[in-house]
T-cell receptor, first 117, second 109 residues
Framework: GAVVSQHPSRVICKSGTSVKIECRSLDFQATTMFWYRQFPKQSLMLMATSNEGSKATYEQGVEKDKFLINHASLTLSTLTVTSAHPEDSSFYIC?????????????FGDGTRLSIL | QQPVQSPQAVILREGEDAVINCSSSKALYSVHWYRQKHGEAPVFLMILLKGGEQMRHEKISASFNEKKQQSSLYLTASQLSYSGTYFCGTSRTGNQFYFGTGTSLTVIP
């Protein structure tokens, strides 16, 4: 079964709306989670690293005031797209790695398809 | 930061072989390979942790040349189910994880 749960799977909303996406690790405690964005026919681009109990680390070019990340517990990270506009429409996906072992792969949520009208 | 994959796209007939390459400009800590179907999350195929290590998942295998900062994915006797986009993923420090540019693979009957 899924070890990382992501909700919602699909969001359609008007321009200017803020959208919150949740990412939960189900079988392990994740001190670190990752948020990616994927535009059609492109690769998954790392947006930020979510750190439990501290500020997220954003990749170059990603606006931290636009994409708010909160990692309040060891099993939950949230990404809020504030005042979303059509250019923010994309596939957003989170991942986490089980820290109990060095050979663990990244576990991905099912992704959230965001469409801003 | 992002590893570069080649080729960008490949079309195979069922039963043919293919090689996908992943190259990084930075030293690599590990290499992961994933396959993504359209509209879905990436599915983990394998991880390589040490230079020279080779792994196998069914008829798909991979190698990791740590010195050259490269990894290759070998698909033999391709099946229709192999179609998708393949991504390598690398973690240099063991923390941040970056995906490669991707290779679209289409297997036709």
């Amino acid at each position: 079964g899924a070890v990382v749960s992501q909700h919602p799977s699909r969001v359609i909303c008007k321009s200017g709306t803020s959208v919150k996406i949740e990412c939960r690790s189900l079988d392990f405690q994740a001190t670190t989670m990752f948020w990616y964005r994927q535009f059609p026919k492109q690769s998954l681009m790392l947006m930020a690293t979510s750190n439990e109990g501290s500020k997220a680390t954003y990749e170059q070019g990603v606006e931290k005031d636009k994409f708010l990340i909160n990692h309040a517990s060891l099993t939950l990270s949230t990404l809020t797209v504030t005042s979303a506009h059509p250019e923010d429409s994309s596939f957003y996906i989170c991942s986490a790695r089980d820290p109990r072992g060095i050979n663990q792969p990244q576990h991905f949520g099912d992704g959230t398809r965001l469409s801003i009208l | 930061q992002q590893p570069v994959q080649s080729p960008q796209a490949v079309i195979l007939r069922e039963g043919e072989d293919a090689v996908i390459n992943c190259s990084s400009s930075k030293a690599l800590y590990s290499v992961h390979w994933y396959r993504q179907k359209h509209g879905e999350a990436p599915v983990f195929l394998m991880i390589l942790l040490k230079g020279g290590e080779q792994m196998r998942h069914e008829k798909i295998s991979a190698s990791f040349n740590e010195k050259k900062q490269q990894s290759s994915l070998y698909l033999t006797a391709s099946q229709l189910s192999y179609s998708g986009t393949y991504f390598c993923g690398t973690s240099r420090t063991g923390n941040q994880f970056y995906f490669g540019t991707g290779t679209s693979l289409t297997v036709i009957p």
